[in-house]
């Protein structure tokens, strides 16, 4: 492993982490908003990284078009979250164990295709979010599954 991914790795595991801890937030809809502030600062950090000129409007547009693929089961994961903290009393409860988790892993799995995507010579002008989606689902249940046998706030093994 390069120098230069290492360090894009550490810049994932550390916003991956940020993005747990915005989860507890309790409002719904601001911890999403957060995480996804989160993601494109991440992503910007690691344009840096790889001396790629970071263009704000595609990386959200990218960020969007990856979690929102995630599907169905994803989409309810962590919009499910948001929607349980409205229910008194047992709602922020529950909120509370899902989003942290849905923020951590949807935060790694983007930053791990923007690491393969870098890493292969790719820019923010050449990204296509659909050739992605495979290995974004399977670093997103990895991370899913790494949150919860760690707890909410996976730290840096994963």
Do not use: C, W
Not at 56 to 79: C, W
Not at 87 to 92: A, N
Request: without cysteine; charged residues 15%.
């Amino acid at each position: 492993m390069s120098e230069r991914q290492s360090h894009a790795d550490t810049i994932v595991r550390q916003y991956a982490t940020y993005s747990a801890g915005a989860g507890f937030i309790p409002m719904p809809l601001i911890d999403m908003a957060a995480i996804t502030g989160l993601q494109l600062k991440m992503i910007s950090d690691m344009s840096k990284v790889y001396e790629i000129p970071f263009h704000h409007e595609r990386a959200k547009a990218i960020v969007s078009a990856l979690v929102g693929g995630v599907g169905s089961t994803a989409l309810a994961y962590g919009a499910g979250g948001a929607v349980l903290r409205s229910v008194p009393v047992l709602g922020p409860v529950l909120g509370v164990l899902s989003m942290p988790a849905f923020g951590y892993a949807a935060t790694y799995a983007v930053g791990r295709v923007f690491v393969q995507h870098f890493e292969s010579g790719g820019t923010f002008l050449d990204f296509d979010p659909a050739k992605v989606r495979a290995y974004f689902n399977e670093q997103y249940e990895r991370a899913r599954g790494r949150s919860a046998a760690h707890g909410t706030a996976a730290t840096a093994s994963a």
